[in-house]
C-alpha cells in the first residue's frame, strides 16, 4: 500500500488540519487553493493578481511534492463570473502553452469575491 504524505508550503497555509496537497504514490491532490498573498490572509483586489497568486501557490506545491507543471493532469477553478474564464486563460497558456499538451480544465461560477482552484497531478513514470 502506498504512503500517504501531506504537502505543505510556506507561503499559503490552512487554519485548519488541511495541508495544501496529499500525495499518495504518484497522485498529487490539493485542496483548495486560495488567491491569498503569499504569506498573508489578504486578498489581492484584481483578477490578474489573484491568478498570480494561484499559480504561484500550485507550483509551490508542485514543487514541494517533486512534481512539475509537465505532471498536471486537471484543474478546477472557482470564479465569481463566468466572464473570468478568458482572464484565467492568460496564466494558463504561459503555464501550459503547448495546445496539444494542456491539462483539463473545469471552472465553476459563482465562489463569491474571489478565484479559487485545485489540481490533480500525476507524478509517475
Request: aromatic share 8%.
Amino acid at each position: 500500500m502506498a504512503t500517504r504524505r501531506s504537502i505543505e508550503i510556506d507561503q499559503l497555509t490552512h487554519l485548519t488540519a488541511i495541508p495544501v496537497a496529499t500525495q499518495i504514490g504518484p497522485l498529487l491532490v490539493s485542496s483548495v487553493v486560495s488567491a491569498y498573498n503569499p504569506h498573508t490572509r489578504d486578498l489581492p483586489e484584481t483578477a490578474a493578481e489573484q491568478l498570480a497568486n494561484i499559480f504561484s501557490h500550485v507550483g509551490a506545491a508542485l514543487e514541494a511534492a517533486g512534481a512539475s507543471w509537465d505532471d498536471v493532469a486537471k484543474m478546477d477553478f472557482w470564479a465569481p463570473s463566468a466572464e473570468m474564464r478568458k482572464e484565467i486563460d492568460t496564466p494558463w497558456v504561459e503555464h501550459f502553452p503547448d495546445p496539444a499538451s494542456r491539462p483539463s480544465r473545469h471552472t465553476h461560477q459563482g465562489a463569491g469575491d474571489a478565484i479559487s482552484a485545485s489540481f490533480i497531478a500525476y507524478t509517475g513514470p
